[in-house]
C-alpha cells in the first residue's frame, strides 16, 4: 500500500521549508554605551601615564613684595591594561556544509557582539566604582516620575561650575528606571512634552544626554568571570558623570582568530580583546555614583 499520499505517511522531512531570512537570526543586542562617554585609546600600549601636580595655594595680602616659596608634589596617575575578554568555539566542517545558512559567519559575528558586551560592561562598572562623586535618590528613584526633575537638577550641580562640563554630560540608567523618565517628559513642559507624547522616550532631558542599558548590568561582582581582577559593588547603582573624563583602552579592538585543531575537521574560532579602564584621579569628582533609594 502507498501510504506517501497520506499525511500520516509523509516524512516532515519531504516538506520544503522557507525561511524567514537568508542568515540566522541575531540574538536580542543590549546597546552598547562606554565608547560614547569615555575616550577610548586602541594603541598597543599597556600602560597610559598621566602625571599630575598638586594645586598650589595662593595667598592675597597688602603690597609688601614678599612671599613665601611653597613645596608641591607630582603624582603618576597610571591606566595598566591587566584583563582580556575571550570566548571560543569549534566549527564543524559538516555544521558549515550541511546546512543551509552560513554557520560560520553568524558564530563569528555573535561571539564579536559577545566580546564587546562584556567589555562595555567591564568599562561601566569599573567607571562607577571608581568616580568619587556620591548622590543618592529620593525615594522611588528614577521610576517616580515626581523625582525626575529633582533628581536631574540636583546631578547637574554636582559638576556644574567645572570647565569640563563643557565636554557633555550623560546619564546611565537601566530599563526599569524608563517608565518614570517617560512621565516626566510628557508632562513637563509644553514643546517638550508635545515632542515626549509624539515621539516617545527623549535621550536628552535637561541638557543630559540618557542612555538605557538592560537591567543586571550594574551589580555587585566580586573578581568572577564579569570582572576579571576587579570587584565592585554596583547594584541599585546608576551612573552620572562628564564625558570624556574616564579613559578606557582596547589595544586594537576586538579581534579574532581561526585555526585548524589536530583530530576534528573545520575550524576552531576564538574571539578576544584586551581592556583596561580608569577614572583618572584629578577627574574623579566628575563622575557620580547614583544610589537609588
Known amino acids: 500500500m502507498n501510504t506517501l499520499g497520506t499525511a500520516a505517511g509523509v516524512s516532515s522531512q519531504v516538506y520544503r521549508n522557507k525561511y524567514r ?22 594603541s598597543d600600549a599597556k600602560t597610559i601615564q598621566n602625571p599630575y601636580g598638586s594645586q598650589p595655594s595662593v595667598t592675597v595680602q597688602a603690597i609688601a613684595g614678599t612671599y613665601t616659596p611653597a613645596a608641591y608634589t607630582l603624582t603618576d596617575d597610571t591606566l595598566t591594561v591587566t584583563e582580556e575578554v575571550i570566548v571560543a568555539e569549534h566549527i564543524y566542517d559538516f555544521e558549515q556544509v550541511l546546512t543551509q545558512f552560513d ?9 564579536n557582539f559577545a566580546v ?15 568616580g568619587t562623586g556620591s548622590y543618592t535618590t529620593p525615594v522611588g528613584g528614577f521610576t517616580t516620575a515626581a523625582n525626575i526633575n529633582v533628581i536631574m537638577s540636583n546631578l547637574i550641580s554636582k559638576v556644574a561650575g567645572y570647565a569640563e562640563m563643557y565636554n557633555g554630560l550623560y546619564l ?4 526599569t528606571d524608563v517608565p518614570g523618565f517617560i512621565q516626566a517628559q510628557a508632562t513637563n ?17 535637561m541638557g543630559v544626554d540618557i542612555y538605557v542599558t538592560r537591567s543586571g548590568l550594574f551589580e555587585d561582582d566580586a573578581a568572577t568571570s564579569d570582572s576579571g581582577s576587579q570587584t565592585w559593588s554596583n547594584s541599585g547603582h546608576r551612573l552620572f558623570g562628564v564625558k570624556n573624563t574616564a579613559t578606557y583602552a ?5 579581534r579574532f582568530e581561526e585555526k585548524g585543531v589536530s ?13 583596561g579602564a580608569k577614572v583618572w584621579a584629578t577627574k574623579a569628582d566628575l563622575t557620580i555614583d547614583i544610589t537609588l533609594a
Not at 531570512?21 to 586602541?42: F, G, H, P, W
Open 21 to 42: 531570512q537568508a542568515s540566522l537570526d541575531k540574538l536580542l543586542r543590549a546597546a552598547l554605551i562606554a565608547e560614547k562617554v569615555c575616550a577610548v585609546d586602541r
Open 103 to 111: 554557520v560560520f559567519a553568524n558564530r563569528t559575528d555573535e561571539m
Open 116 to 130: 564587546a558586551k562584556a567589555i562595555d560592561k567591564y568599562v561601566l562598572n569599573v567607571v562607577l566604582e571608581a
Open 172 to 175: 546611565v540608567i537601566e530599563n
Open 189 to 205: 513642559g509644553f514643546s517638550f512634552a508635545d515632542a515626549a507624547l509624539n515621539n516617545g522616550f527623549l535621550t536628552s532631558y
Open 250 to 254: 582596547a589595544p586594537r579592538g576586538v
Open 263 to 275: 583530530g576534528k575537521t573545520g575550524k576552531e574560532v576564538v574571539c578576544y580583546g584586551y581592556i
